[in-house]
């Protein structure tokens, strides 16, 4: 019997060279995201990377497994069609914060209440990267950018408060400068079943530099916090005083094909051709 070598870190890495510029944020998650997806042994065929449009949603290409980048703020209903049409694959979505809260805020409450078996990174700079610096939904009150010269008006929404108000069953936040915190949190929201958010705290070195200021970060998971406490969970998101990390909020609930698969017990195998042999 022919013996299979493990799959390396190296092995999840695509030919192209990332575009980011030198010490972005988006670097540790990339290298995060490798180490987790060796520690797994996910097979480079059977995982798929969808993104939006900005710097972070340029991952796919700097993956050596299936991409997708689709159109901006897309990344969530894109991940969850290919999972539903191919329930056997990984499915990530990837992107930033204005892909996600922004132009794409409308898919995240639907994602987190339907449970679909994905797994979602945001990697959160509070800045549109890609088109030089304008002001994002989680952008602080008071930023100067681009578009908020004098200042942004505006309080930051906060992701981990939004995912976890929708229903998300998996909830958490990491940091793209704690690589070891992050390919955890990677590993455990794939091996969650249901839909996975993770917030990335990952600064853009160019428009938003935030490394300095994200020094008090607490680990939650150290601080024996039970990730099915909710109410808990809430109260660790709105801290303001410090950046809490690890996760938040982690519940079993039937996924969105685990239900569907209940509703229709004559056709147990829940695929695309259920529906398309419905409508010829
Ligand atoms: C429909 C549409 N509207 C606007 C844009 C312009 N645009 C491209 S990326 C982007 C925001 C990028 O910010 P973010 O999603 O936070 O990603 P980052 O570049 O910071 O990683 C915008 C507004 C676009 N490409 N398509
Ligand atoms: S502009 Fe910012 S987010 Fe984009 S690659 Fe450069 S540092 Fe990263």
Redesign the pocket.
Known sequence: MAVVAPLTVKDYKSSVKPTWCPGCG?FGVLAATYKALAQMQLSLHETVFVS??????RFPYFMSTYGLHG???RSLPLAQGVKLAHPELTVFAV??????F??GAGHLPHACARNVDITTIC?D?S?????KG?T?PTSLRGQKTKSTPYGAILEPMNPVMLALTYGASFVARAYSAKPQQLTQIIVEAVKHKGFAFVEVLSP?VEFNNTFNQLDAVVDIMDENHDPTDIERAMHLALTEAKTNLGIFYKVERPSYEQEFATLAPEKSEFNLDTFLNKYE
Do not use: A, K, R, V
């Open positions: 988006d939006g449009i900005g710097c972070s949603s159109l901006h703020g992107g930033g914060d204005g892909d996600m922004s132009i990697m700079n800045i549109y990267g890609l088109t304008q994002s853009c």
